[in-house]
């Protein structure tokens, strides 16, 4: 049987992407000690790597495709295809950033100033191509961790990643510029690319994981509006599309049904119960294949 060798991401990803896989249709389970996950598609084989040795890995071939950061792609300098790029992260439905960042008290007010300064950060190469390119000249340094508990007393600065901010705020310190943003991307090498096979069966995963994250912050609504009302319904209703009209029996109404953002529905059920809905019914969703 043929097999797509997948890269799933090991640490601060892990569990979300867990969670993005069980929506878009495939169930994983990770083992605490093993580095090779099970997963219910035995025409894929999954290996925990770390996010920032994925596109190593899949450049040279050792997988056919994985999930990783944008950031890590450029770090590495790897050649391979991204295929779908995935916006969601460790905490919420989002960019992350990787941010310069100073002690509060520090004079440093912007990138300017730390020339001939030193910098610590996992992500060197990338800090190092931001500074080369506002002609700025300071030693950066790579990072095994603790990366805000260098500042002040090893390092002048910064570069780390954050969602939030509030990590760096705790630490005492302050973002004074954004190096560069960061999604997640699905990746894949050239050559799996090119085979036939694996490329419908990753274009294929594209397709549902795309769904999975479109799904996290949507839900569907249905409910029913008689005859009279279902003009003014329909100006009330924000939907994806437009939304689904089927006619109820003995010419009683409309049942409608549409999907919509959920930081909405709160606000928009009770106005529709006061025009007239009935029945209404709100659900979560797996997936959203537009």
């Known amino acids: 049987m043929k097999k797509l ?4 991401p090991k640490g601060s990803l892990q569990e979300s992407t867990i969670g993005m896989m069980k929506n878009a249709g ?5 083992s605490s000690r093993s580095y090779y996950p099970s997963i219910d598609d035995d025409e894929m084989s999954v290996r ?6 994925m596109a190593r890995y899949v450049e040279k071939g050792i997988i056919d ?16 295809r991204c295929v779908e790029k995935l916006v969601y992260a460790k905490q919420q439905l989002t960019k992350v950033r ?20 030193r910098i610590s950060t996992e992500l060197v190469n990338v800090t190092k191509k931001y500074l080369e390119e506002r002609g700025v ?3 950066v340094e790579f990072s095994h961790g603790a990366t805000e508990a260098k500042a002040p007393d090893l390092v002048d600065a910064i570069v780390e990643l954050t969602e939030t901010g509030s ?4 630490n005492k310190l302050r973002i004074i510029e954004t190096v560069t943003e960061s999604a997640t991307v699905f990746i ?6 090119e085979d036939p096979w694996k490329r419908q069966k990753i274009e294929n995963l594209a397709i549902l994981f795309h769904g999975a994250i479109i799904a996290r912050d949507k839900v569907g609504l249905k409910m029913n509006i008689s005859n009279e009302g279902l003009n003014v319904l329909l100006e009330k209703l924000p939907a994806l599309r437009t939304p689904t009209i089927s006619p109820l029996s003995g010419n009683a109404g409309y049942a409608i049904e549409t999907v919509m953002d959920e930081s909405v529905v709160r606000n928009i059920i009770p106005e529709l119960k006061r025009i007239g809905a009935e029945g209404i019914i709100e659900y979560p969703l797996n997936k959203v294949i537009l």
């Open 5 to 8: 060798s997948f890269g799933l």
């Open 26 to 30: 495939y169930k994983v389970y990770v």
């Open 48 to 53: 925990l790597i770390r996010p920032q040795d």
């Open 65 to 80: 495709a994985g999930l990783t950061g944008q950031d890590w792609v450029e770090e590495a300098g790897a050649d391979v």
């Open 98 to 117: 990787w941010v310069l960042a100073v002690p509060e008290d520090s004079a440093i007010e912007s990138v300017d100033d730390l020339q001939g300064k």
């Open 137 to 139: 000249q300071a030693e």
């Open 167 to 170: 990590s760096l705020r705790a």
């Open 188 to 193: 894949s090498n050239h050559k799996s690319w």
